[in-house]
């Protein structure tokens, strides 16, 4: 059965930091991509960082470059998202997805292709 729970969240200052884990069981072994979205009411779910839990490309949307960080656990089964130098307009619910097999995209992660989701977990930034 796959799983996955963020957590994490919660309600800081601009230019704080906050660590969010995804907790994932059940997808990758053998290898997954794994990746973090967001999404405000009315707008698209975006793509904030995505990767391979082997090796290859990282991905980072423009507006997080140089603040956010995703890394992965020795176990595999812990994605991390560290986020850095926190904007009010990063304030977001933010959701941990993954995808058996090979990571790639088009200019940016699509949601369409991840198959299994958290419940998301919220992050509110005040300036």
């Known amino acids: 059965q796959v799983q996955l729970a963020e957590s994490g969240g919660g309600s800081v200052q601009a230019g704080e930091s906050l660590r969010l884990s995804c907790a994932i069981s059940?997808?990758?072994?053998?290898?997954?991509?794994v990746a973090w979205f967001r999404q405000v009411p009315g707008k698209e779910r975006e793509g904030v960082a995505a990767?391979?839990?082997?090796?290859?490309?990282?991905y980072y949307g423009d507006s997080v470059k140089g603040r956010f960080t995703i890394s992965i656990d020795d176990t595999k089964e812990t994605v991390f998202l560290q986020m850095n130098r926190l904007k009010p307009e990063d304030t977001a619910t933010y959701y941990c997805a993954a995808q058996r097999g090979s990571c790639w995209w088009v200019g940016s992660p699509s949601s369409d292709r991840f198959d299994y989701w958290g419940r998301g977990t919220q992050v509110t930034v005040s300036s």
């Open positions: 990767r391979h839990t082997g090796l290859g490309s990282i």
């Open positions: 059940g997808v990758t072994s053998g290898g997954a991509c």
